[in-house]
């Protein structure tokens, strides 16, 4: 049974919140997707580098999260549920990387939401983006994802 998107979501800001990223999270990230990077994973590597410590893989941004801005949040504003959706498509956008023992306020926003006929029928596509500031409140990353949803 077809399903209407609200979109009256287009514009709606989550609460912010705040992710301290840790040295050993960084490294346990850059093993479990296969990037062997010294950057990623040897302290004296990432010392003796340009950042001064090792640095999180471009991806790692994917790890913050935070139950009022996840997609099941999202999902309820919407009306819809997890059974219709599917992962659309990330990027990530980094302005400077992102250190161990740093912590950074996340804010994610919903920022558009659009209709398309697919193979298997109509799909509504929501983009989310989150900017990643730093204690300087200057944006040192941004995530874009798109969640698609089966109508």
Known sequence: MPIQINRGVVGKEFPPYV?????????????????LNPFYLDDRVGQASEWGDVIAPP????????????????LRELGTDISRVLHGEQEFEIVRQLKPGESYLCRTRVVDVYEKAGKSGPMAFVIRETAISDRANEVVATLRHITVIRL
């Open 19 to 35: 992710v301290t990223v840790e040295r050993g999270k960084i490294k346990e990230f850059a093993r479990a997707i296969g990037d």
């Open 59 to 74: 991806t790692f941004a994917v790890t913050f999260r935070d139950e009022s801005a996840d997609t099941g949040a999202l």
